[in-house]
């Protein structure tokens, strides 16, 4: 039986970037979860037939939010290692402990990156393109991307030498500290993105133009607190309203 | 002009991995591959519009939990291939401006209908994992790097498919309308453009608030300071 080294938790880190390559109803990531845990089991388990029960178990079910998967895997390659040496916990235990990783990381994660984080680069994106400069595309890209793979790609480790406690009560106040900060900024920005929209270089758009604006603006706040339509609905049936009026005016 | 199709069908692939299957570095967001579209068709205004406009629409679709969000991968692409190829071909300022309409309802056509083809997706993928575990368990440990590449391939060879024929059928149906029918197009363009701005902008606001008090006063704060300041550099 061998421990793990640096270059097994690297390889773990470059595979969770396919995390999500066979992504289904059904076991959602559990297969990319396998796989980028496939180098730990082949170091941590010398017997074939043993390190193939393992895999096989690996492929069941889990989900969590994509980025923050790395803590998990980290973790519960460090349970495996245990395991391994006849220590850890069984089958059983260990799917549990996985469960409960994946959705209070979801929680986290969903939160951070899907709502707060993502929405964040957009707005940055689209109010440097409004100056019709391409360094929009550039600033979402960068603005998400320090977090998503900083955390994607060192997380194997972190969780790693963290194990369970990954996911105590320091580490869950400071994600929930940084999306509270993101939110704040996001409102701001949202803010300067509407007063440049209305008033690009200065000058005050016409007013259909600031009557449209604030007609999407209200009518996305009420209907936004509904689940349907959907916003891309919303914008399909607006346009093909903008559409009829001009056509018949 | 074919090199450009082709590149912008290529490129409907490599969002459709982006967008759930490999990284998930947001190459796949409307703004990004409308930039890298507006490089390869030297068309950086149509690109952008369209990009700006899908980009704050898709910026509230989220993939979370087992929900299929609208494909706005692939729409974002081929929204803007379709607002280039009819810009390309009539390169008078109202004829882009009914491009730029036309390619924001391509784009969001496409991402609607995607949902079907991203659902057909994932089905198939349930029969790869189901044969990944019994292969595994009959001892090929190389299944799971196979089943993880055949992954990969369906969802490139989908989205390029699906790019290439919502991007025929955009060019084919709108690219006429915009040539006979420009000037009501461009004014519903100047109607539908900031309606559609103010509702993405709405749904931004409404994530980053969560009825909150005090980030509505930082919204409402910050919009009156850009204001001032844009309203006062400009005289």
């Known amino acids: ?249 | 002009m074919n090199l450009q199709v082709l590149a912008t069908v290529l490129l409907g692939g490599v969002a459709a991995l982006d967008a759930v299957p490999v990284a998930q570095v947001l190459l796949s967001q409307p703004l990004v591959t409308a930039t890298l579209l507006g490089a390869v068709w030297g068309q950086w205004h149509v690109a952008l519009e369209v990009g700006v406009v899908l980009q704050i629409l898709a910026a509230s679709t989220l993939p979370v939990g087992a929900r299929t969000p609208e494909d706005f991968a692939v729409g974002g692409v081929v929204g803007t291939g379709v607002a280039l190829a009819t810009a390309a071909r009539l390169p008078y300022a109202m004829a882009q401006e009914a491009a730029a309409l036309l390619g924001v309802f391509a784009g969001l056509l496409t991402a609607t209908f995607g949902v079907a083809l991203i659902k057909w997706q994932r089905r198939r993928n349930e029969g790869l994992s189901r044969w990944c575990e019994a292969a595994v368990r009959a001892g090929d440990e190389g299944a799971v790097g196979g089943a993880q590449r055949a992954g990969v391939v369906l969802a490139f060879a989908v989205g390029v498919g699906y790019c290439a024929v919502c991007l025929a059928l955009g060019v084919g149906v709108l690219g006429p309308l915009a040539a006979r029918q420009s000037l009501r197009l461009a004014r519903a363009w100047t109607l539908a453009q900031p309606l559609w701005l103010g509702l993405g902008l709405a749904q931004l606001l409404l994530a980053f608030v969560r009825q909150r008090l005090t980030r509505a006063a930082v919204f409402g704060a910050a919009l009156l300071v850009a204001w001032i300041l844009l309203v006062m550099g400009g005289r």
């Open chain 1, 1 to 249: 039986m061998g421990r793990l080294v640096g270059a097994d938790l690297r390889r773990m880190a470059g595979r969770t970037l396919l995390l999500q390559a066979t992504f289904n109803y059904e076991r959602q990531q559990g297969l990319g979860w396998a796989w980028a845990l496939q180098p730990a089991l082949e170091r941590l388990y010398p017997d074939p037939d043993e390190r193939r029960a393992r895999l096989a178990e690996h492929t069941a079910y889990f989900n969590t939010q994509p980025t923050l998967a790395s803590l998990a895997l980290g973790a519960v390659a460090a349970l495996e290692e245990q395991r391994a040496a006849g220590e850890g916990p069984d089958s059983v235990a260990l799917a549990r402990i996985k469960s409960v990783l994946g959705s209070s990381l979801a929680a986290l994660g969903d939160r951070l990156f899907w709502f707060t984080l993502r929405p964040f680069a957009a707005c940055l994106g689209v109010l440097i393109a409004l100056g019709g400069s391409w360094w929009g595309a550039v600033a979402l890209l960068v603005c998400y991307n320090l977090l998503h793979l900083g955390v994607r790609l060192l997380g194997v480790g972190w969780g790693y030498r963290a194990g369970t406690a990954v996911l105590g009560e320091p580490q869950r106040r400071r994600f929930e500290r940084l999306t509270e900060r993101i939110a704040v900024l996001g409102a701001a920005l949202v803010g300067v993105t509407t007063a440049y929209l209305l008033a690009p270089e200065g000058t005050p758009r016409v007013l259909v133009f600031q009557a449209a604006f604030a007609a999407g603006l209200g009518l996305g706040l009420v209907g936004g607190l509904r689940p349907r339509p959907s916003p891309t609905e919303w914008a399909l049936g607006i346009g093909v309203l903008c559409v009829v009026a001009t056509w018949f005016r």
